[in-house]
Structures are given as C-alpha cells and as structure tokens.
C-alpha cells in the first residue's frame, strides 16, 4: 500500500516563493519515478515536473526555471520548489507517480497566488 501526503500549500503574492513537500510511505519510492502535478478550476490535471529514481528532471515549459524538484530518496519524499509564483500557479497541487496511479492519488495541497 502506497500513500502520498502533500504538505507545504497557502497563499502568497505574486513574485514569491513556496516550496512543497510529498512523503510517501511503501518500499517503491526509491525506484519509482515521480511527478508533481496541479489542477486549476475548470481545467485538467497537468503535470509540471518529474524526476527519475537517478534524479533526472523534467518540467513543463509553463514553470521551467522557476520551479525545482528533489527527492530525498532516505526521506521518502519529493520536494517542488516554486519561485516567481505567477497568478496562474494558482491550483491543488499533488504528487504521483510518473505516469500516475490512480489509486495513489492524494487529498494534494492548495497554492493561492495573489497578483
């Protein structure tokens, strides 16, 4: 049984940073590849950034150096860093497997951006 436990959300104002945490729980983590994906109102999840068990990285062209994602394969967990925040960064965020399970999805996290 795999569970994912976003942490790390809230409100800031545009051009500010948040950083995201995910720890998952079962033995898979350290050679999985996983994902950080968002949803916004109205609209589909979409993916925003991965990174292999090797640590090789992947991000959307929408957040491409603004956003940084980790693993802390020790830990379990799977960091997003955001930076320059934009309103339209404005969305749940969760963590999954690349591709996702859909069983593994979690409750995800808020991130509000104010202009």
């Known amino acids: 049984q795999v569970r994912l436990v976003e942490s790390g959300g809230g409100v800031v104002q545009a051009g500010g940073s948040l950083r995201l945490s995910c720890a998952a729980s079962?033995?898979?983590?350290?050679?999985?590849?996983m994902g950080w994906y968002r949803q916004a109102p109205g609209k589909q999840r979409e993916l925003v950034a991965s990174?292999?068990?090797?640590?090789?990285?992947n991000y959307a062209g929408s957040v491409k150096g603004r956003f940084t994602i980790s693993r802390d394969n020790g830990k379990k967990t799977v960091y997003l860093q955001m930076d320059s925040l934009k309103p339209e960064d404005t969305a749940v965020y969760y963590c999954?497997?690349?591709?996702?399970?859909?069983?593994?999805w979690g409750q995800g996290t808020q991130v509000t951006v104010s202009p």
């Open positions: 999954n497997r690349e591709p996702p399970y859909e069983s593994f």
């Open positions: 079962g033995s898979i983590f350290t050679i999985t590849a």
């Open positions: 990174i292999t068990s090797g640590g090789r990285t």
